[in-house]
């Protein structure tokens, strides 16, 4: 038997199947290649963003500053605790990904109305303000 250097995807984690839940109903996967920018600083963000499969990494003016793998949420949270997309940096895929890309308003809507996925982005929103609010429901880790 030869290795053809291709690996079998990891099998999502309890947490990472749960995320999917909460934003799958509100946001369409994507694969982008990598290089692909997420948000750039010179537009206006208007999407929130899971990474299912891949890395991002946040470009600030020092260079590198944060990333976030598998499973983690790429956005922001409102002082009400609602969804917003991140801005203020450019935000690249390192590596070839698979994205949820989001509709902040179409989560809100959501949140307003299942509370069992309310509660699911209690936990995200709580993660966030916790971690500095770096946008990472895992907590920011430096590049």
């Known amino acids: 038997m030869h290795n053809t250097g291709v690996t079998a995807p990891t099998p999502p984690t309890l947490a990472e199947q749960a995320l999917t839940e909460l934003f799958g109903e509100?946001?369409?996967q994507?694969?982008?290649p990598a290089g692909s920018h997420l948000i750039d600083v010179g537009?206006?963000?208007r999407?929130?963003?899971v990474i299912l499969e891949g890395r991002a990494?946040?470009?600030?003016a020092g260079g590198p500053s944060r990333t976030w793998d598998r499973g983690s949420f790429v956005g922001d949270a409102s002082a009400a605790g609602l969804p917003v997309p991140?801005?203020?940096q450019t935000v690249h895929l390192e590596t070839a990904a698979r994205v949820l890309v989001i509709d902040p308003g179409r989560l809100a809507d959501l949140i307003a109305t299942r509370p069992e996925l309310a509660a699911l982005w209690r936990a995200v929103v709580s993660a966030l303000w916790a971690g500095g609010r770096q946008a990472d429901h895992d907590g920011p880790r430096s590049a």
């Not at 990494?57 to 600030?60: G, I, N, P, R, V």
């Open 26 to 28: 509100v946001g369409d």
């Open 30 to 32: 994507a694969i982008l």
């Open 43 to 45: 537009r206006p963000a």
């Open 47 to 49: 999407q929130c963003f």
């Open 57 to 60: 990494t946040a470009e600030s």
């Open 86 to 88: 991140l801005s203020g």
